[in-house]
């Protein structure tokens, strides 16, 4: 591909002008100045080159902005390009059922209007999408392809099954004992001779599982909670198995709580009726971040920040390293939940409408009719309902030049209107989420943000599915089932 910028061809349409006009010569003996033209074979080939670069450089301006030179009645079409981004390589595009070339994935000169994309790869289910392309401008298309036949194995048996944030570690419980397993994260596989047991069932602890078993892993799976109503156990996740048990391990709680959540692998977030608190059980040092006033009080903790924002008596705040700031909004609270927050923007429903806020841009967009139940920060995707009940979903693209957001709709297809919105998870590269359906829950499904397609990815005959987890890389799916019986499937989904 040529490149050439605006100085470039400046200085060469002024050097070959040079020659069009008369050019000095200084008489060796009288030293004195006189002119001729050039031969007028000279002046024509210059000219013809003069005429050729002008032409060059306006097409190639063009060109940099994404538009096509369509000599159709002697007019410019305006028009810009296509960029596939794709979990795999070497496919085919066809737009509007006609196969087009790509180089680095982009397909160019595509006049102004709404197309049909198609990704097609052998073996692979075909992809296919809706799609704007606007003058000057690089449309993404974000792609992910699935296996025609995706393949599964049973990988083990478990009552429940943890992971830590980072994937690193896999904890199980059965009805005899709780281990490790040091886990692949990328392939969703175990290590060889990787199991250890942490508890067995005449540990002295063991039975608070057995009664009820609720654990929560740190972020980094370092230490493991274990608690049920009255107690509540914190140990590292490499301890050593002893049917004694230290009562050290055994962490006081300074006020009831209904729920706890970890922040850091330090800090635990209680909740309670009445109190929003935090507790560092390394220190041992407790403190209340806000005691609800109203029915209104609603929080989100955000792990990647070590951030929680809450709020409380219609007043946004923010909490992190013990100071608690509010938060000016320029809008009216009233009984909204907080959906999502970071540094960027927070997200706030009621039962009839959402509202997005942007911190930095200082804009608020109010979707009425509109309550939002998924967001993916990664894609800046809302899925929910409208006020007739259909599930609806938006997508928000940030322009930072003009401090704007643009608003696109997405249209989900059909089958998607009996998706049970708890069973949503999505997968940390941002190109796909699974979820199952409340008319079919045998069945994982997998669709990509725009919800263009939906795949059935794996079926289990006669059971019902418990947890579901997708790989770092994006490449198999880890889904544990409830019944008949508590077993633990690996479903690779690309090669």
Not at 469 to 494: C, F, G, M, N
Request: with cysteine; hydrophobic share 40%.
């Amino acid at each position: 591909m040529l490149h050439c910028n605006t100085k470039t061809i400046l200085f060469t349409l002024t050097f070959l002008l040079k020659f069009l006009s008369k050019f000095e010569v200084k008489m060796k003996k009288t030293d004195q100045y006189t002119y001729r033209y050039n031969p007028i074979w000279v002046r024509f080939l210059t000219f013809f080159l003069a005429t050729f670069f002008s032409i060059l450089g306006v097409v190639t301006l063009v060109v940099v902005q994404g538009n096509l030179i369509n000599i159709k009645e002697g007019e410019v079409v305006p028009s810009g390009s296509i960029r596939i981004r794709s979990n795999v390589k070497d496919f085919k595009v066809y737009i509007n059922g006609k196969e087009k070339p790509t180089v680095d994935n982009v397909v160019t000169g595509i006049p102004e209007g709404e197309y049909i994309v198609e990704i097609v790869k052998p073996q692979y289910q075909k992809f296919e999408t809706f799609t704007s392309v606007k003058n000057g401008l690089v449309t993404d298309v974000n792609v992910h392809l699935f296996l025609e036949k995706p393949k599964y194995n049973k990988i083990l048996d478990a009552l429940e099954i943890y992971f830590s944030d980072n994937q690193d570690f896999l904890f199980g419980l059965t009805s005899q004992n709780l281990f490790r397993k040091n886990f692949n994260s990328s392939l969703l596989s175990f290590l060889e001779s990787d199991t250890q047991l942490i508890l067995n069932s005449d540990s002295l602890i063991f039975n608070l599982l057995q009664e009820s078993p609720n654990i929560k892993i740190s972020p980094s799976g370092k230490f493991m909670l274990l608690n049920n109503d009255l107690k509540v156990y914190i140990f590292p996740t490499d301890f050593k198995i002893n049917n004694d048990v230290p009562e050290t391990y055994l962490i006081t709680i300074p006020y009831t709580f209904n729920e706890v959540f970890w922040l850091d692998d330090e800090t635990l977030i209680f909740t309670s009726d009445d109190l929003l608190f935090e507790l560092n059980h390394k220190k041992n040092v407790s403190s209340i971040i806000s005691i609800p006033s109203d029915e209104n009080f609603s929080f989100y903790i955000n792990k990647p920040e070590s951030t929680i924002y809450y709020v409380n008596n219609n007043i946004f705040y923010k909490y992190n390293n013990d100071e608690s700031t509010a938060i000016e909004l320029p809008f009216d609270l009233i009984n909204h939940e907080l959906i999502f927050s970071n540094k960027e923007k927070v997200i706030f429903r009621n039962n009839s409408e959402t509202i997005v806020f942007y911190f930095d841009i200082k804009n608020f967009y109010y979707f009425e009719d509109f309550i939002v139940e998924k967001f993916n920060n990664a894609s800046d995707i809302l899925i929910g309902y409208n006020d007739t009940g259909d599930i609806v979903a938006l997508q928000l693209i940030k322009r930072l030049t003009s401090k704007s957001v643009d608003v696109v709709p997405i249209k989900p297809i059909p089958e998607f209107k009996d998706i049970d919105f708890q069973s949503i998870n999505w997968s940390l590269n941002d190109s796909f989420f699974t979820f199952q359906k409340k008319n079919d829950p045998n069945t994982i499904y997998a669709s990509t943000p725009q919800i263009t397609q939906i795949i059935p990815v794996f079926k289990h005959k006669d059971g019902l599915f418990y947890k579901t987890l997708i790989s770092q890389d994006a490449k198999s799916i880890l889904v544990h089932t409830l019944s008949p019986v508590r077993e633990v499937y690996r479903i690779q989904i690309e090669e």
